[in-house]
Structure formats: C-alpha cells, structure tokens
C-alpha cells in the first residue's frame, strides 16, 4: 500500500492567495483527518470526515478555511485567502475507525509570504 | 475536556543508555493511548498502542509502554538508544468519536 499521499509536499503562496491541499487516504480507510502543526500550537485537529460526511469541524480556525471529500479516495483542503499566520505544516491522516490508529501522510509545508 | 501532557520538552540520552519518556493524560473513560514517532521533516508513525488487556505493550523498533491507571500514566521506554532513535516523540489518547489528542511532544537527542 502506498500510504497516505499528500500534495503538494512544499507551497509557498503570497499573502491573499488561494491555496489548495489534497490527501489521497489509503484504500479502504473511512475516517480521514487533517491536522496543521506549527511550533506555538504543536498538532492540532482541524477537521474529520467519516464516510466522506464531515463529523467534527470544531478545529477549523475561520471561514477562510474549508475542506472537502467529494469521494472515498480524495480530500482537499482550501485556505481563502492565505495569512502569513497560516503557514505550518498541514497534515493528513486516515483511519479504520475511531478505535483503530491513523495513518498520517508526510505533510505538506505552506508558508504564506 | 480530555488532555495529553508530556512533562520533558527536550531529553538527551547517550547511545546505549535507556530512554523513559514520560505522558500522563487526563480522560474520564479507558482510554486509547498511543505513542507517534515524527523524523525531521517526515509524517507521524506509529510505535505502539493500547487498547485494553495487558498494560505493557510492545511496539515497533524495541520501544514498549506501560500503562498505569492508577497514575494516568503511559510511559514509553527503550532499554538502549539507538542514533537514529533521535526524533519528536509523541503521546496521543482517542475518545470513541475519534479524535486523537496530543501532548505537545518530547524531542529526543542522542549523543554519540
């Protein structure tokens, strides 16, 4: 199995931009989860899908972000416009259910100028 | 509200020594406890977790855990560290919904 796949693994944007994060969960996997990680918030939830339906959401700091997970095999994550405050490293991951352990692809690491 | 705490930031150990790093966490239930491994600009993986049934579990690359619930505690240790052991360690617990918690994470180095 390939693993969780992430891209791109590196943006960088300009303030005010549109970005684009994809996740590619492994097959057969119902859960998907994105996280970011910075240095000051450490890792934090953002949101999670279960069966493609988005269950938790509480984690999504503003309206400029939203994610998406049009099919079992893809996820985007869109930030609307970008802020310097929001570079970090964006993480996806996937699971078998909420018992069983995620899987987390390699990140992808933004950085907004 | 459920938390992770993982009291050493940083740690140093000399290849060879044994390693203890150390998470305690606070959740009403029996809780789902693992512990991730994160490599400088790679993802997390999995080194061990715990369900229920015996608290000493085994994980991968000789680490192990304990977990006490007496102490809240879940603590990680290998009896002798590795160079490539050198990463952030971290301490995770789940609620039946689903959502992991982390502790802040440890970083762990290891002198020659």
């Known amino acids: 199995d390939a693993g969780v796949i992430q891209s791109p693994r590196h943006e960088v944007t300009e303030m005010g931009q549109e970005v684009t994060l994809r996740c590619k969960p492994i097959s057969g996997h119902d859960y998907l989860f994105w996280y970011r990680q910075t240095m000051m918030r450490g890792l934090e939830l953002l949101i999670y899908f279960n069966n493609n339906v988005p269950i938790d959401d509480s984690g999504m700091p503003e309206d400029r972000f939203s994610a998406k997970m049009p099919n079992a095999s893809f996820s985007t994550l869109k930030i609307q416009p970008s802020e310097p405050r929001d570079s970090a490293v964006y993480f996806c991951?996937?699971?078998?259910?909420?018992?069983?352990?995620?899987?987390f692809g390699p990140g992808t690491r933004l950085t907004v100028t | 509200a459920q938390s992770v705490t993982q009291p050493d930031i940083h740690i140093t150990v000399s290849e060879g020594a044994s390693l203890e790093l150390r998470c305690n966490y606070s959740?009403?239930?029996?809780?789902?406890l693992f512990w991730y491994v994160q490599s400088p600009g790679q993802g997390l993986q999995l080194l061990l977790k715990y369900f229920s049934g015996d608290t000493l579990v085994q994980g991968i690359k000789g680490f192990e855990a304990e977990f006490k619930r007496s102490q809240s505690s879940f603590n990680l240790r290998k009896p002798s560290v590795h160079w490539s052991d050198a990463a952030e360690y971290f301490c995770a617990v789940t609620s039946n919904t689903g959502k992991l918690i982390f502790g802040q994470g440890t970083t762990l180095q290891v002198k020659p």
């Open positions: 959740y009403g239930a029996t809780p789902y």
């Open positions: 991951a996937s699971s078998n259910g909420t018992e069983y352990e995620q899987y």
